[in-house]
């Protein structure tokens, strides 16, 4: 059985560009949540999804945008980097309706200058 | 967003202490989880609660659901160096968006 993986671990990019963040789901896994977790503050829900839809989202703009794939594998893009984006994200997969039993990848660190 | 207030910050203890920290928000949630963080990695659950009042326990640690479904609390037992680290506190009231606190740091010396 995997756990869940995620891709880039590291990765700086300038204000304005665009960014995409890979999540592989743990086996048997159907929903993904995405967290950006600022330094030295708890993680913040984005959204979540199941079957390919966006199935709840948090106080985010849309320029934090997501797709999930048949393989229920994600990606978080995010449009327009800002200062303020530089953060961990942290993808997590459950089984739908096991939100509470998610669990979490290693983290992408995302540095924008 | 929701507040989840965590206390405290941070916890200086000497190795075989015993450890508590507790977590309040300003809404009823209907799950409430507790996290260790370890540098470099994402969160790792460590006991879920369910009903207001459950008391629930893995190994040396303790956790409880509080009566006023705005709070919890979470007991570790005779503390060893590995749990050192950052305990989160979440809630939930939808089924599928957690909210998360702000983290307690632990330091054990040994």
């Known amino acids: 059985e995997t756990g869940v993986t995620q891709s880039p671990t590291h990765l700086i990019k300038t204000r304005g560009q665009q960014v995409t963040l890979r999540c592989s789901s743990q086996?048997?896994?159907?929903?993904v949540s995405w967290y950006q977790q600022a330094l030295g503050q708890g993680p913040q829900f984005i959204f979540q999804y199941y079957r390919e839809e966006e199935n709840g989202r948090g106080n985010f703009p849309p320029r934090f945008s997501g797709l999930q794939f048949p393989n229920y594998s994600s990606e978080l893009n995010v449009n327009a980097l800002e200062l303020d984006d530089s953060a961990l994200y942290l993808c997590?997969?459950?089984?739908?309706?096991?939100?509470?039993?998610?669990?979490f990848g290693p983290g992408t660190r995302l540095t924008v200058t | 967003g929701q507040q989840l207030n965590q206390s405290p910050q941070s916890m200086f203890i000497q190795e075989g202490e015993d450890v508590s920290m507790n977590c309040t928000s300003s809404?009823?949630?209907?799950?409430w989880l507790w996290y260790k963080q370890d540098p470099g990695e994402g969160p790792v659950l460590l006991i879920a609660l369910y009903k207001a009042g459950e008391l629930t326990s893995n190994g040396r640690l303790t956790a409880q659901f509080g009566i006023t479904r705005k709070d919890s609390f979470l007991n570790i037992s005779a503390s060893i160096p590995s749990d050192v680290g950052i305990y989160f506190c979440a809630g939930d009231y939808t089924g599928n968006q957690f909210y998360f606190g702000t983290g307690t740091s632990l330091t054990v010396i040994p």
């Open positions: 086996s048997g896994h159907n929903t």
């Open positions: 997590a997969s459950s089984l739908r309706g096991r939100s509470n039993e998610q669990y």
């Open positions: 809404s009823i949630f209907n799950t």
